[in-house]
């Protein structure tokens, strides 16, 4: 029932098969044929090339060799790992390959550094949803972007998406001021082209103008200093030349300044220490005084009560005693005037 040769593709083994269902379909009106002995090359249940075996026709029994299935897996990525087994729905005692459980491992495209949130799967990956932080280009708030969405943009796309849209508000710098432009990336343009308006001065801060900031640099520029190098108190004072009565003002002034010291000076130069030594003493006395006031009041009271009373006291004595002396010498002389009536009886 076999041809010369069976070759050990299984795509070639049909077509003996055909032919041995032809073949028996003829035969079955004649009388059974007996177990064919003829030797034949088998494939094993994984069709692994290379691992045939040389069977006996009649004997249909399956075997596995010892390679890996080596199937493509669904994942499209990997192969099965499991040793020769029969294919799903091929044979009896067939075996599903192995499921690939292993992380997406693909590059995404557009790249990113997230990896894909699912399982090993075919085909692409899809876009990546992860949230992504931007602060705009002056600083003031924080974008947040989906990453494929902020991954897609070009440069200066990217660029114009991450602007707040608000004042830049940068301090430029080689002013005082805030750049006045919208949210830009880089460093601030324009610095020297500053357009804030400057109270600028003469050197004694009588006289006063407005300028153009660029001005004013432009101004410190010709002076030979850098405007940024001015601290701000200082910025755009002395830029102006003093004129004739801005002079004579000064002169007031300072000549005013100048006999106020010279008073003072003469007051105080001869012996300020004795001077200053007095003022103190004086003042520890205001203070010693103010403490003892009320306590001295109440003192002088009580004193001038007790004078009042002492002199009551001496008064009543003295009221007292005179008149008691006054019995008394009436006492006396009427004992003398006895005594001497006495005398005169005796006499
Ligand atoms: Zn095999
Ligand atoms: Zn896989
Ligand atoms: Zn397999
Ligand atoms: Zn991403
Ligand atoms: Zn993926
Ligand atoms: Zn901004
Ligand atoms: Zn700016
Ligand atoms: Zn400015």
Not at 159 to 163: G, K
């Given at each position: 029932c076999h041809g010369a040769k069976p070759p050990p593709n299984p795509e070639f083994t049909l077509k003996p098969k055909k032919k041995k269902i032809i073949q028996q379909n003829e035969g079955v009106p004649a009388t059974p044929c007996p177990p064919c002995p003829e030797l034949v090359w088998r494939s094993c249940v994984g069709q692994h090339i290379g691992a045939e075996r040389m069977m006996v026709c009649s004997d249909k029994s399956q075997f596995s060799c010892e390679n890996l299935c080596g199937n493509p897996l669904p994942c499209g990525n990997h192969y099965c790992t499991k040793t020769c087994h029969a294919f799903e729905n091929q044979l009896r005692g067939s075996e599903a390959c192995e499921d690939c459980s292993l992380p997406c491992q693909q590059e995404r495209e557009p790249a990113c550094p997230h990896n894909c949130p699912q399982r090993c799967h075919p085909g692409d990956c899809p876009p990546c949803k992860v949230l992504i932080k931007r602060s705009c280009h002056c600083g003031a708030m924080v974008h947040v972007f989906d990453c494929i969405y902020y991954n897609t943009l070009t440069a200066k796309g990217q660029?114009?998406?991450?602007?707040c849209g608000g004042p830049c508000h940068r301090k430029l710098p080689n002013c005082t001021?805030?750049?006045?432009?919208?949210?830009?990336?880089?460093?601030?343009t324009n610095a020297?082209?500053?357009c804030k308006k400057v109270t600028v001065r003469c050197k004694c801060?009588?006289?006063k103008k407005e300028w153009v900031c660029q001005d004013v640099q432009a101004a410190y520029h010709l002076t030979g200093c850098h405007p940024k190098d001015i601290p701000k108190t200082q910025f755009g004072i002395g830029l102006i030349p003093c004129n004739s009565d801005c002079k004579s003002k000064v002169q007031v002034v300072e000549s005013e300044l100048q006999l106020r010291k010279s008073r003072v000076t003469e007051v105080q130069e001869p012996d300020t220490e004795k001077l200053v030594r007095k003022r103190k003493k004086r003042r520890e006395r205001v203070l010693e005084s103010k403490e003892t006031t009320k306590l001295q009041k109440i003192i002088s009271r009580a004193k001038r009560l007790l004078l009042y009373v002492l002199i009551f006291v001496i008064l009543v004595a003295a009221t007292y005693c005179g008149y008691k002396g006054l019995l008394w010498l009436s006492d006396w002389m009427n004992e003398v005037d006895e005594r001497r009536q006495r005398y005169s009886r005796m006499k």
């Open positions: 660029e114009s998406v991450r602007s001021h805030l750049c006045p432009e919208t949210c830009h990336p880089g460093q601030c020297d082209k500053c801060q009588t006289l």
